[in-house]
């Protein structure tokens, strides 16, 4: 069920052509702390009060579906405090933000390869989720360990088994047997996708799932990041020709 928009959010743009899913890149966190002589953790605890406004914003606009690019696989290779520091953070949203998730109808959801990520995130993944399981407004995703390579790898590695099992041809597959074994295989594929910084590269993220998906690109770094910005993107993306190779 989709929640309906605040009023004042009924000015900005047509309701009815809201894209369903919308993916964010959050990036710059870092270049944002560097820009004030401070230490790129505070970038990322910035960065937190963006994630904040923004998902609050989408659930009040009626947005179905928002996933968050939170940790990649490759930010392992970081500085361990700096590695260290995000897990806390992690665990400090997971815990604070549960009231705004019932408080606005939010469902919350995690795609990657969590059971990697550290003991008390993993509770706390599955308290949230247990929490909220039956909230009907917009669902929010974390994708955390993730990249769109060991997605598709994990994706390969199921169908394999399925057809080494009998329970599956070679010739049987097809996109819709590659899409239900990913791990977004329960909602739709991101009909817009967000990069804030300016970066020119989708960073390994959702590979498959953007094949389509309208591509909205500010310079704003993340911890400026408000609700105004998404309005801005709503608003261009309802301008789009959407044709999906095909001709209107």
Known sequence: MMSTPAPEILENYNIHTLPR?????MDGNGRWAKQKGLKRVFGHRAGVDSIRDVVTFCAEAGIQYLTLYAFSTENWARPKLEVSMLMKLLQEYL???LP?????????NTIGITEQLPDKVQKLIRYNKEQTQSNTGLTLTLALNYSGRSELTEAMRSIAKQISNGQLKPEEITEEII???LFTHDMPDPDL????SGEMRVSNYLLWQISYAEIW???VL???IRRQHIIEALQDFQKRDRRFGKVN
């Open 100 to 108: 705004t998730f019932a408080k606005n109808n939010i469902q919350f």
């Open 95 to 97: 815990v604070k933000e």
């Open 193 to 196: 996708l967000i990069r804030t």
């Open 217 to 219: 690109i500010t310079p």
């Open 21 to 25: 899913h919308i993916a964010i890149i």
């Open 222 to 224: 993340w911890p400026d």
């Open 179 to 181: 899409s239900n074994n």
